[in-house]
């Protein structure tokens, strides 16, 4: 048991909706990153947000947004959503912005029609 | 352009048989290596890890070895059991980066 939640679990959206997806840190922890799993895929990379603040990113458009709150919780906002955002996205919480003792959470499945 | 690979979608070992997965990756400035297992749904376990300054390390039955002549990982489980299925993917990581990349993944299918 990791300790890192995420919410939803899954989610259907249509084309250019927006949606936010949510994830719980776990105790301790005070840098989130977010990865994209396409369906059959690795994960890849979006953002990491570290004391609030984006601490490096991805190759994913600026529609893709993010937050960090005092609590280390964090959301990823996806704007005009596309068929191709059709994806597991997955959170990670780490207890500094350096990529060991990196925990995933079980991540929220996007659907869009 | 750099890339973190694998060599085989898809093992299927017997049970009790040792497993050996394999990856290849490109980027020679990659220091840092680890293997996640994935369960269907949920995220990516952490496995082992290894340093490019390390050739090889163990755990409690698996172990990674690392060639960096070829730029080549591979992850051994022995005695695979049918706890084992899964999907697992290789990931790097280049100094000073803040993000692992990741392979795309081979399914280890154990037959009992």
């Known amino acids: 048991e990791t300790g890192v939640t995420q919410s939803p679990t899954h989610l259907i959206k249509t084309r250019g909706q927006q949606v936010t997806l949510r994830c719980s840190s776990q105790?301790?922890?005070?840098?989130v990153s977010w990865y994209q799993q396409a369906l059959g895929q690795g994960p890849q990379f979006i953002f990491q947000y570290y004391r609030e603040e984006e601490n490096g990113r991805g190759n994913f458009p600026p529609r893709f947004s993010g937050l960090q709150f005092p609590n280390y919780s964090s959301e990823l906002n996806v704007n005009a959503l596309e068929l191709d955002d059709s994806a597991l996205y997955l959170c990670?919480?780490?207890?500094?912005?350096?990529?060991?003792?990196?925990?995933f959470g079980p991540g929220t499945r996007l659907t869009v029609t | 352009g750099e890339s973190v690979g694998l060599h085989l979608p898809t093992l299927s070992v017997q049970e009790g048989d040792n497993s050996i997965i394999n990856c290849a990756y490109s980027?020679?400035?990659?220091?840092?290596f680890i293997w996640y297992k994935q369960e269907s749904g949920k995220g990516p376990q952490f496995i082992i890890d290894?340093?490019?300054?390390?050739d090889k390390r163990q755990g409690q039955r698996v172990t990674v070895l690392l060639n960096k002549t070829v730029k080549h990982l591979s992850l051994q489980i022995a005695a695979t059991q049918p706890g084992d299925s899964a999907v697992y993917f290789c990931?790097?990581?280049?100094?000073?980066?803040?993000?692992?990349?990741f392979g795309a993944g081979t399914r280890l299918t154990v037959k009992p």
């Open positions: 990670a919480s780490s207890p500094g912005t350096g990529v060991t003792e990196q925990y």
């Open positions: 990931a790097e990581n280049g100094a000073g980066n803040n993000d692992m990349r």
């Open positions: 290894i340093r490019s300054n390390m």
């Open positions: 105790s301790g922890h005070n840098t």
């Open positions: 980027n020679s400035a990659s220091d840092y």
